[in-house]
């Protein structure tokens, strides 16, 4: 088959490898209909994610068809449309029975944290996939529900809304502010309104992911690079600050301004990854009261949002913007990493 394959830092093809096979029990093997390109993905292809070794092929979210199922799936059978969720996880071990799927401490000789697809395991941006942990890693599709917007409930969708809100407790009536208006800030946007926050102030340097966030939900939006940024904001509130800021961006300098712009205790929600330690003022939090949330996505809350899309409820087809065959999948990646210039939010694959 062929597959978007890391080549070491800065290196990537589109190549052929050996199909999937089926290596456990409950894998499943899914023919990808239609995949897409994460900011992370770029990390991992600028060498910031070591953990990543040459020859892994890349990839989180996806969509396809099962083409093959291991001898103990139950309840998933070969034809049906399924949605991959970007971490695979048991299921049953004691931390995915808490919901914390990202710590699934399952078997494979693989234990710890994130087993990501196109991080520790081979990804979703390939013809075909292995997905282990089936019953659990993979969610049915209903007729009505796109591929195309299925595909953003692999991972962006269930991480602004569980990191983002769910992490941030936003409540009826709140004031959210979101910093950074990318795919996940979008996503926690749109589900801010889910708890009945009243007032959504999207937070970003590039007016056009403004504009989309508006489009997204956002009852207010902030240039960031503008000299009273604070001062929008805190009028917003009447000089109170927000209930809840949603770090939706991965720097140092966006996390400041979360708390800088958040009540007396309200909470600050870090979704962006960092990739290395970050200062953090404990004093200034502290004698504010703010409460700090962080973490990797679950996607345990990905089939309550799967029915929300299939209501129409969420309009997840709202985040794709580009589209491209398997044969341009460089193309892809080339438009998704000029976003500034391309005005690219997702890019679809199919
Ligand atoms: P993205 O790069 O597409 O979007 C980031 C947005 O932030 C852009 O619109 C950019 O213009 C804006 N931005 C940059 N600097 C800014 C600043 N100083 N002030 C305001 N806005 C600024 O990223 P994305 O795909 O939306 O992901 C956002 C973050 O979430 C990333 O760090 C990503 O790695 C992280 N993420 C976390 C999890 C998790 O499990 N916690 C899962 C997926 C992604
Ligand atoms: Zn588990």
Redesign the pocket.
Known sequence: MKALVYGGPGNKSWTDVPDPRIQQPGDVIVKIDTTTI???DL?ILKGDVPAVEKGRILGHEGVGTIVETGPSVTGLNVNDRVIIS?IKSCGHCANCKAGLY?HCLGGEGQEGTGWIFGHLIDGTQAEYVRVPYAENSLHLLPAGVSDEQAVMLS??LP?GFE?GVQYGRVKPGDTVAV????????AAITTAGLYGAATVVA????AN?LEKAKEFGATDTVL??SRDWKEQVLALTGGQGVDVAIE????P??FG?CTDIVRPGGSVAN????GKPVELHLENLWIQNISIS????NTNTTPMLLKLVAQGKIRAEKFATHHFGFDQFLDAYDTFSR??ETKALKVIIT
């Open positions: 994460c900011g992370t990390h970007c990202s991972d962006i991480t990191i910093v950074g208006a990318g795919p996940v800030g979008l937070i970003d340097l590039d992911r960031s690079g939706a961006v991965g720097v300098a966006t301004m979704v962006g990854v960092h962080m973490g990797l996505v976003a500034a």
